[in-house]
């Protein structure tokens, strides 16, 4: 896979396909997970002052779980969803987080990432894990969910990206949404810059379509992808009920149902952070 992927995309493009096409389903680092425990359980439970429901709507695996995530490259709603996972799963049930291309190929991040069980969020990738009856969770908004401008930090944004309904009808698999809240308050997006990445050709080369600038700490205002520590805030989160699909394989190109079943999870996602916002207490970090 990794030979195809750098053979039809060459330089910069190629050279990340590569690298992040190297993956595996050995799943997490337990040793990995244990050393970290302490810093995790502290970031989760004392700065994002986490809280977490829904288990009741994860069945037997596998799961496809879809949903949307802030603060790229960081993402803190979606690690403390995988940490939160562990926590009550252990070793015995691996969730398989998935990753942009560009964030796998970073040396020392990409080693860390795969250490997590964090697989690219590639067709291949996915479909493999879901046929060995791993749970798999996608965020298929990509960047322009997670760096969406805080104005925007309470809509459901799948971007349009449809795949995953296809990829769970051939798996026979149904897919949970996940709604959060509050990701947004660790890394406040103040424009997107779309038109910036455009500028920069950022699209053709790394495969993103924006360039944000963000409230970060140490820096104030600054690029969003700079090396950062999250502010402090409170994050929710809530596994909805599963959405059933027909597992006919012909459904996946029945364009018709496949909309039809995208906007099914996008508005579970939606209904979930609308309540889960009414229970914010202050406005920012709340």
């Not at 809280?51 to 009741?56: F, K, P, S, T």
């Not at 067709?123 to 401008?149: F, H, M, N």
């Not at 990206?161 to 949404?177: E, H, L, N």
């Not at 140490?218 to 690029?223: M, Q, R, T």
């Amino acid at each position: 896979m990794q030979e195809r992927r750098e053979k039809q995309q060459g330089g910069l493009g190629g050279w990340i396909a590569g690298r992040a096409g190297r993956w595996d389903l050995s799943g997490q680092d337990e040793t990995t997970l244990q050393r970290q425990k302490f810093f995790w359980n502290l970031l989760v439970d004392y700065w994002f002052r986490m809280e977490i429901d829904g288990w009741e709507n994860i069945g037997k695996p596998p799961t496809l779980l879809v949903g949307i995530h802030s603060g790229a490259p960081f993402v803190w709603d979606a690690w403390t969803v995988g940490l939160q996972w562990w926590r009550r799963f252990g070793p015995e049930r691996t969730l398989h987080g998935t990753a942009h291309d560009a964030l796998m190929a970073i040396p020392g991040f990409g080693r860390y990432f795969r250490a997590m069980g964090v697989l690219p969020a590639a067709p291949d990738a996915i479909a493999t894990a879901l046929a060995e009856g791993r749970d798999v969770a996608l965020w298929p908004g990509g960047e322009v969910d997670s760096l969406r401008p805080f104005s925007e930090r309470d809509q459901a944004n799948l971007a349009g990206r449809k795949g995953f309904v296809k990829m769970a009808i051939r798996a026979g698999v149904p897919i949970v949404p996940i709604a959060t809240v509050g990701g947004a308050d660790a890394m406040p997006v103040l424009i997107r810059g779309d038109k910036l990445a455009r500028t920069l050709q950022l699209d053709r080369l790394l495969r993103l379509k924006v360039f944000p600038l963000a409230i970060s700490l140490p820096w104030g205002i600054a690029p969003a992808a700079l090396p950062q520590f999250p502010l402090p805030a409170k994050i929710r989160t809530r596994f909805m009920p599963a959405v059933e699909l027909d597992h006919d394989p012909a459904r996946a190109d029945d364009e018709e149902y496949v909309e039809c079943k995208y906007r099914e999870v996008q508005d579970s996602i939606q209904r979930g952070m609308d309540a889960l916002a009414r229970k914010r207490a202050l406005p920012v970090f709340g």
